[in-house]
């Protein structure tokens, strides 16, 4: 009878054994988990911590309400699940592994077929910090128990999150809404979620957690941190703060140790290296989930990727393959998103951050547009920046975040991307259009059509970060009506012609200056640019996304 | 001077003529529009009539409040507007119309290109109705406050629509929710929306208007409509109704008598024909929006879709080939969405309907899933039924319900379907994921992997409203937990083996005879179905969807 073992019993590995059970019957699986628990729902934990998620075993349930156990598997999978027991060798050349029990007792475990689904592991920081039932990284379910323990017992008045990624960012809201936790979030970078989201978007998340009263701090090294009694002191480029209970949110990386020991070969991202079947160097050996790395389906390098959807998909595909079927994952681009105050943020492939560290050649556009028409009553701001290749005009990237549906287009953005769409198949997105949620011209035909013009007319776009440089150095005009600019003062000096009679006052300009254009969203001053540089103006800009994003207004 | 002449001033016209003034600052525009209003947001009157949208100003502003009339068209964008002037005859081998205007004077314009958009009208009834002012179509801006008229001033206590198609279902919503007003809904299909969904999604729609109060009559035919005083008396199939407003929605068609006695040449589903670049028959005659007929991007056969978001789009590709830019319109598949009552119903391309009349043969997945982890405390439920191509497994269409994010996956499920996709292609589709508003697994990953196990698998999918069949000459095996069943029990006799322990309890079973299995979203009948096949069971069958859907249990 053929056997395989998988080991790591979380999403890639459950995942792997269901379907491969699907596909035969009769193949005898094992899984072995060093955890006490079996497909654990690790995403929700940030929501297990909250306490929105009340109970710890909701995350291990079925939709059914059943927990996922080992008596679970094998009942109703016939899966024979190892858990409290860890994996310490594998020896490919002669298909077996190593285990150890929780009792220290070993053995040895023969297969067919071996799967290694070991993961990720947080990363380390590199200062120093002491042993601590009040530090922990937020990666094992033990972490959201021992914080969710703490805070029960109304213990943590104060806490601080080290690393503005995305676990510490979903995080934050956690820690803050349900238990009232005073919050500091300290990031080395300029902007939080930096991987992912440029300073326009990333701002305004900063915004939304220091409105609901998180201390963010960005470009902020920590040095280390101390424990006096209950208190912990971490010791930071911008002074020491004093806090009950610090998580150390820094980034993940694969969990490599075992396969690479055994001789399982390592990618350059220091991932499992995997081909599109997900096989590694050893025919009967497949990888999948974070511990691999796999192609990046826009930068065509490899990357990684820590995400649960991935390692899902990944399982899959491995199962087919041990089951002699053809199948391959082919990469992916990366797209993320998180909610936070009811505000969400999205991301799919590269920011411009990732453009300059792979030396792309791009431009981008920015946006702010109402998710539906403006007319209709709950008509939501949204934000968007998107990335483009200068040359060819091949899409990068989509940053995107508001109230309404962000991720909607994100994605659509996310399947272009992977067929190596440019920003003039935006323009063709079909959409269900209805005025309840959405706009006759979707986000992105809108985008299509500003990178458009942007490129057919010479329009240079200023993003709201540029726009402090360019506002010293440029003509600035203001195209919106005088209760708009009361509204929405601008913070300098400008020319003022109201767009709806712009032809009339045209006199006023100087069109052999610089001239920027800027109105609330953006539209009319990217109409206007156009015009002026039909009237023969030579440097023409306008501020993106408008005042909207400058103000970080959702 | 190059001039261009625009008949029909919304969605299409208006469209074409800002394009084209972005890319050509001198040419001379002209926009020839029978109504007194130009520019006028259609989608939106629904909203009107229901009093959302107070003014009716507002569907004419633009974001920043000015209201889009021929002044500010010509102030701003230097575009001609004359409203309350029909063009009477298109003289296309010599290059000019006819117009008349308000006072019945005549004239003549001459053009270089000139461009219809005449959009689309209303169906006229097969039956007879008096004139009255209690009578009318919901297609021109006049039709919404003709009833919001009567409306606002409290003479309408019972209304209604005969037509259950789109706008019909859209005003259902509009007319009870804000004036409290008792309506009836009469439709002669067997469902509501029948052309762009089966009765599995259709008949929550049908339920949800039924709770609301609504009075839905399906196959039924209306043969007269009588006026006595204020009252109006529908005589139906189904007896007589006795009212005081009726809708007139049984749809629209192209608005093309001017094209045609004009020597356009129409296709044959009676629009406008014209080729990619959206060229008549003539060199320098345009037609966009609803007026005209184009590719359907599944069945690969010309279609007629009256929808704002095609028309915007196809107004840029116009105004494009005016400048000689090479800009084409490919086709479309005709997404379309409604919300009613905060549930959002969405289909894309082709009902099982279209399938039969077009002789496709093709087969079906239906599902329910969460739209996130079933953990998280906001889950809702989502219905999906998906149409593919039995022998070479190209999707054909997509509807969902529900009050997530269903749009987004009606979204992406279109991207795919016109660029051929096959259902395994959904398996690959990676979107963002957090467990704030999402799965793992995106509910196209979901549907490709059932439809993937149905045709692997040989398991014979078994919608909700094909159930009542089946229950009689099947053994129908429920494979939920006691508790389940309990809270909603399956009608009719069944063996019951809870799915967390089938392995011990299936000797219950005579594998010779035909078994559908039941669940309550359809994921561990499909499971066990699979296992029944893989023991040697001849014919399995599961009710696809579950319970959730046969009981419309949204
Ligand atoms: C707080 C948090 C929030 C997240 N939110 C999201 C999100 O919103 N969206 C998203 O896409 N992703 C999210 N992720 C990432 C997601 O959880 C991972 O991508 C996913 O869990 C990866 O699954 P995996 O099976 O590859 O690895 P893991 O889930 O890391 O499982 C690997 C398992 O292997 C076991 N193991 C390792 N070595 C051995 C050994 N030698 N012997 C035995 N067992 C071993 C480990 O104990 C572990 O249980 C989040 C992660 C965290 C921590
Ligand atoms: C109630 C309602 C709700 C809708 N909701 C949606 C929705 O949610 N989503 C969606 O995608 N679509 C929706 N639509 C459809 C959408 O409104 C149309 O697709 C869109 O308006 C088409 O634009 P058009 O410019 O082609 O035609 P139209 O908007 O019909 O404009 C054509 C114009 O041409 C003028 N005209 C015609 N003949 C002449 C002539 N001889 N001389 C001068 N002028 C002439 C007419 O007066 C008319 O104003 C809805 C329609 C209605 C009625």
Redesign the pocket.
């Known amino acids: 009878m053929k056997k395989v073992v998988i080991?790591?019993?979380?999403?890639?590995?459950c995942k792997t054994a269901a379907r491969l059970r699907r596909l035969e019957p009769d193949t005898e699986i094992v899984i072995?988990?060093?955890?006490p628990f079996v497909s654990f729902g690790?995403?929700g934990?940030?929501f297990f911590a909250s306490g929105e998620v009340e109970s710890f075993d909701d995350l291990m349930s079925t939709a059914w309400g059943t927990v996922r156990t080992p008596e679970f598997f094998h009942n109703a999978k016939n899966v024979k699940v190892l858990t409290e027991?860890?994996?310490t060798k594998i020896v490919p050349e002669h298909n077996f592994v190593e285990i150890v029990d929780k009792f220290g007792k070993k053995s040895i475990l023969s297969y067919d077929f071996l799967v290694v689904?070991?993961?990720?592991k947080p990363i380390e920081p590199p200062f120093i910090y002491p042993q601590s039932e009040r530090i922990s990284f937020?990666?094992s379910p033990t972490d959201a128990k021992k914080f969710r323990h703490l805070a029960e017992q109304g213990k943590i008045s104060n806490a601080t999150i080290i690393g503005g990624g995305f676990?510490g960012c979903?995080l934050a809201e956690a820690v803050t809404s349900l238990w009232g936790i005073d919050l500091t979030l300290i990031e080395k970078e300029n902007c939080l979620l930096s991987r992912s989201f440029d300073p326009e978007i990333s701002n305004v998340l900063n915004s939304l957690f220091q409105s609901n009263g998180i201390n963010v701090l960005v470009n902020t090294i920590v040095n280390q941190i101390e424990q006096k009694n209950d208190t912990l002191i971490v010791h930071t480029s911008k002074g020491n703060i004093e806090t009950d209970y610090v998580f150390l949110t820094l980034g993940v990386k694969p969990?490599v140790e075992?396969a690479e020991k055994s001789g399982i070969t390592l990618g350059a991202c220091g991932g499992i290296y995997v081909d599109e079947t997900l096989r590694t160097n050893f025919e009967n050996l497949f990888a999948?989930?974070?511990?691999i790395e796999i192609n990046n389906l826009v930068t065509h390098k490899k990357d990684v990727f820590?995400?649960?959807?991935l390692?899902n998909r990944q399982g899959r595909v491995v199962a087919d393959n041990i089951s002699g079927l053809e199948s391959t994952f082919k990469g992916a681009v990366g797209s993320i998103s998180l909610k936070v105050f009811d505000t969400i943020f999205a991301s799919t492939c590269i920011s411009t951050s990732c453009c300059y560290k792979d030396s792309i050649s791009f431009s981008f556009a920015c946006a702010s547009f109402y998710d539906r028409p403006h007319y209709y009553p709950e008509a939501k701001v949204l934000f968007a920046k998107a990335l483009y290749e200068k040359e060819s005009g091949r899409l990068l990237g989509l940053q995107m975040c508001g109230k309404g549906e962000v991720t909607r287009y994100v994605d659509i953005f996310t399947v272009l991307l992977e067929r190596g769409a440019t920003y003039k198949d935006l323009l063709d997105v079909e959409h269900c259009y209805t005025p309840s949620h959405s706009s006759p011209l979707n986000p992105l035909n809108y985008l299509g059509g500003i990178i458009e013009n942007q490129e057919r007319f010479g329009i240079t776009p200023v993003s709201s970060v540029e726009f402090e440089k360019y506002r010293k150095e440029w003509n600035i005009m203001d195209l919106r009506k005088e209760n708009e600019i009361k509204e929405m003062p601008l913070d300098c000096e400008f020319i003022h012609i109201d767009y709806d009679n712009w032809r009339s006052e045209i006199q006023k300009l100087d069109l052999s200056s610089r001239i920027l254009c800027v109105c609330q969203k953006g539209p009319r001053s990217l109409e206007i640019a156009i015009s002026l540089k039909h009237l023969g103006a030579k440097k023409v800009g306008y501020l993106a996304g408008g005042l909207q994003i400058l103000n970080s207004a959702l």
Request: glycine share 16%; aromatic share 2%.
């Open positions: 080991i790591g019993g979380m999403a890639a590995g072995v988990e060093k955890l690790t995403c934990m940030p027991t860890t994996c689904a070991t993961g990720s937020f990666h676990v979903e969990n075992l999948a989930g974070d511990c820590a995400l649960g959807s390692a």
